[in-house]
């Protein structure tokens, strides 16, 4: 089992004709992604690489292929009307890997998805990897941008604000000869649309899923809610790590929810927490995957 996607899930990329959508739609097709649309205004009746169908619009491309999943590459000034549609056409799991939509965006995104029964990761998030079961880990669903030869199946489940921590604590752990469930990078931006308490409780529910990293940062509550959330909830080992610690109060550091704006939002706060709520926390990014392993008795 996994959490979100797996690989027999079908995917449509909206943006799948722009240079970063089609790049990343290849490198998904080629990791054994089951893309089966494209969306794209205007190129509807064309087709990706020849053997991906393209859409002029997502309620065509659902009801053509069944797609459940959607991958957006939208630029900023049309990305939270991109997540609209996806959920106005009934798409399941929207994830938004654009960077720089602005928050009133967001909160009129937020505001129309309440109630309905759809998914949202991101935005700003680099997307999730279930790896799959053969060689190289093909075979499995890779919707977004991380790097599908550095995973491995396996029974660690990720999830992270940062999209290269999360690829480094992968990374780490298949180079020790642990795989992962699947990984879930939320993104950084400070509205989003699922939080690492959601993917803690989904974890936690997983059956392979045995044992959990959880990256955060500076910045907001998020990652103490998952932490009080796990200490009364969830048996399984959890390693945390909080970047940003030496980011000087009141200044934004790289992502856009990486503001300290209270005592508990600093990075020794957090760190704190988490290991009152026993997490065990490492002290560098490369100690990650360690930190677990001996949480874990491995």
């Known amino acids: ?160 604000r940062s999209g290269t921590l999360t690829y480094e604590a992968v990374f780490q752990l298949t180079q020790l000869g642990y795989g992962q469930s699947t990984c879930v990078g939320i993104g950084g931006d400070p509205i989003n649309g699922t939080s690492h308490l959601d993917v803690l409780q989904m974890f936690n529910e997983d059956p392979e899923t045995e044992a959990i990293i959880m990256i955060g940062e500076i910045g907001g509550t998020a990652e103490v809610e998952a932490a009080r959330w796990a200490k009364e909830h969830c048996k399984k080992p959890i390693a945390g790590f909080i970047a940003g610690a030496t980011a000087p109060p009141g200044r934004r550091m790289g992502h856009a929810g990486a503001i300290v704006g209270g005592e508990d939002d600093t990075a020794e706060a957090k760190k704190r927490i988490l290991a009152e709520c026993g997490i065990a926390v490492a002290e560098t990014p490369s100690d990650m995957a360690t930190t677990l392993l001996k949480l874990w008795g491995k």
């Open 1 to 160: 089992m996994s959490i979100l996607i797996n690989e027999n899930t079908k995917v449509l990329i909206q943006g799948i004709t722009g240079s970063f959508g089609a790049r990343h739609a290849s490198l998904s097709l080629a990791y054994g992604t089951k893309v089966v649309a494209g969306v794209t205004p205007g190129k509807g009746g064309q087709f990706f690489e020849n053997t991906v169908p393209i859409f002029n619009g997502v309620a065509d491309a659902v009801r053509e292929t069944g797609a459940t999943a959607s991958a957006i590459f939208v630029p900023p000034p049309f990305a939270a009307d991109a997540i609209l549609e996806a959920a106005d056409a009934g798409v399941e799991l929207i994830v938004c890997i654009t960077e720089g939509i602005p928050v009133m965006d967001m909160m009129r995104v937020k505001e129309a998805l309440k109630g309905l029964p759809v998914r949202l990761v991101g935005p700003n998030c680099p997307g999730l990897v279930t790896p799959g079961r053969g060689e190289k880990s093909h075979g499995g669903c890779r919707i977004g941008i991380a790097p599908g030869y550095i995973h491995k199946r396996g029974n660690v489940g990720v999830v992270s």
